[in-house]
């Protein structure tokens, strides 16, 4: 259900997108199964962010977060303080994005994943256009 539904978002059917990951997750927490259950969230969370509902976005990312965190995912949870990260950037609160962007560069690096790079490059646009606001 999970490949369905990122099939169907990345074809724009977003309903159907949604529809799919609402059911697998619902099948995840009938057997108890916490990875996919936060990959669920995780995917929920992107599908909402690009409809630009970012609000619950994060807090779909913070589930997972608590999820991957407690299983010792250590990429997985890197991964998805970067999406609450781009969800608070897309509000534009870019004090906030700053913050969770440099906690996954930390564990990215930690672990050594190359990862990093990509994070690093976003961090530093974020933080141009932050000192940007603040300056004005």
Not at 7 to 31: C, E, F, M, P, V
Not at 67 to 78: D, E, H, P, V
Not at 111 to 134: C, F, H, R, Y
Request: glycine letters at 6%.
């Amino acid at each position: 259900l999970g490949n369905q539904g990122i099939s169907h978002k990345n074809q724009g059917h977003i309903t159907q997108a949604n529809d799919l990951y609402q059911k697998q997750l619902s099948l995840a927490r009938q057997l108890g199964d916490q990875q996919i259950i936060a990959n669920c969230l995780t995917n929920l969370g992107n599908l909402h962010t690009g409809q630009g509902k970012t609000t619950s976005a994060i807090k779909l990312h913070q589930e997972a977060l608590e999820i991957f965190k407690t299983l010792g995912y250590k990429s997985s949870t890197a991964a998805t303080h970067f999406n609450i990260a781009c969800a608070m950037a897309e509000e534009t609160r870019l004090v906030d994005a700053v913050t969770q962007a440099e906690i996954a560069l930390n564990i990215f690096q930690e672990i050594q994943d190359p990862a990093a790079a990509i994070v690093n490059s976003q961090l530093a646009l974020w933080q141009s256009e932050s000192q940007d606001k603040e300056a004005v």
